[in-house]
């Protein structure tokens, strides 16, 4: 059987000398997913790792993470040192925690992070045609290749062909542009031939996914045949995007169908901002910003741990 997911080796520079692409190419074999949940802030960073924490000690094993910034929340928290907060904590624990510069739009930026660092990155060319993604993506791969052999260290690449939506952020309606109908869902052929030219690690589909959650909480049923068919088409992992709002059953499908990471940020999004919002005008008084704060962290934190026993069949 043809496999384009290349083999990880160990690795010097990641806790036990496990790299994330060792990581991802267990989550396959075992039939889980690795969580990835984005940061804006110092909150979301200790919600992410204290959640893995009580996640790995109820399940007698490690459960690895991944924190994801988009380009707007690398910029709020600043891009090299949210690398540096992933680091210390990294050195202090040696618990598998993982840095992803999500949707990341234009070569200068994938540069960036790759420069500083980060452990995987994602180019999104969605908004592109199929040929620019490919040569776009392409000049990524290259560079991001080059630098990871140069510092003995591995950069795991995804990219994504269908569009689903930009914002997280709860949704009155679909997103505009996004057509969750058949037709519209990323097609097999396609993701090989764009995972073919590329050389990318990974894949983000549109399988019946949106960005955001629609208000209610409750996303549609995701296209469970159509994940089973780009996955066994590329050979590559599936990355599910716009987890937020998806029910339990339907992430049990998709990591059986070969999904390999789930990102969810909306769910912590709304979760943060009711929290914050409750202690605030429940202290009115209170001025101490982390006392303030304190809420925030553990209302992400009790989405997270849930997420992450769903992902890792941890019950
Ligand atoms: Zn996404």
Redesign the pocket.
């Given at each position: 059987m043809f496999n384009l997911f290349k083999k990880g080796k160990p690795c010097t520079t990641v806790p036990g000398g496990k790299s994330l692409r060792l990581w991802v190419e267990e989550a396959l074999e075992s039939k889980v997913a690795i969580g990835h949940f984005n940061i804006s802030n110092i909150e979301g960073f200790w919600a992410v790792v204290r959640a893995a924490e009580v996640v790995s000690h109820e399940a007698g094993r490690q459960i690895p993470v991944i924190i994801g910034v988009s380009e707007g929340e690398r910029d709020f928290v600043g891009v090299s040192q949210v690398r540096s907060l992933v680091d210390s904590y990294r050195a202090q624990t040696g618990n598998p925690v993982f840095l992803n510069a999500?949707?990341t739009y234009s070569f200068e930026r994938v540069k960036e992070v790759v420069d500083a660092g980060y452990d995987a990155f994602i180019y999104d060319g969605t908004e592109q045609s199929f040929d620019e993604n490919v040569s776009a993506t392409r000049k990524c791969v290259q560079y991001a290749r080059s630098v990871a052999k140069a510092q003995g260290r591995d950069i795991l690449i995804e990219a994504e062909i269908g569009f689903i939506g930009k914002s997280s952020k709860v949704l009155d309606g679909i997103p505009e542009g996004v057509k969750i109908s058949e037709e519209f869902l990323t097609k097999p052929d396609e993701a090989r031939a764009f995972a073919v030219a590329t050389g990318i690690d990974m894949i983000?589909p549109a399988v019946g996914n949106i960005?955001g959650m629609l208000k209610g909480g409750k996303d549609p049923a995701l296209n469970i045949a159509r994940v089973s068919e780009i996955s066994k088409a590329t050979s590559l992992p599936l990355v599910l995007?716009?987890g937020s709002g998806n029910s339990a059953d339907d992430f049990r499908l998709a990591i059986d169908a070969g999904v390999a990471i789930i990102?969810v940020n909306t769910e912590l999004r709304v979760a943060f901002r009711d929290a914050l919002l409750a202690q605030v005008s429940a202290h009115p008084d209170e001025v101490a910003p982390y006392k303030i704060m304190r809420p925030t962290v553990e209302a992400m934190q009790k989405v997270i741990e849930e997420k992450l026993r769903t992902f890792n069949k941890v019950r």
């Open positions: 999500d949707h983000a960005h995007h716009g990102h």
